[in-house]
């Protein structure tokens, strides 16, 4: 599967786990989406459930998007 990214528009309340402008690697979450929220693994290497509108999803051709998904993990 390829990985999925998104870049953070706001971090309003969550400060200290997400910085505006950096690219997150998302984790597929059906349920996330159902309620609004999207999965993303943040400044403490987490995966956590943020409001979606937060997030604007982004598309990668596959190889920068492998790229990335290496040097994020």
Not at 8 to 17: A, D, I, R, V
């Amino acid at each position: 599967m390829k990985p999925k990214f998104a870049v953070c528009l706001k971090n309003t309340g969550y400060e200290h786990s997400l910085l505006t402008g950096k690219i997150y690697e998302v984790v597929p979450d059906k349920a996330a989406d159902r309620h609004g929220t999207i999965r993303v693994i943040d400044e403490e290497g987490e995966d956590y459930l943020y409001p979606v509108d937060m997030f604007y999803p982004l598309v990668l051709p596959t190889d920068l998007a492998s790229y990335l998904h290496e040097k994020i993990l």
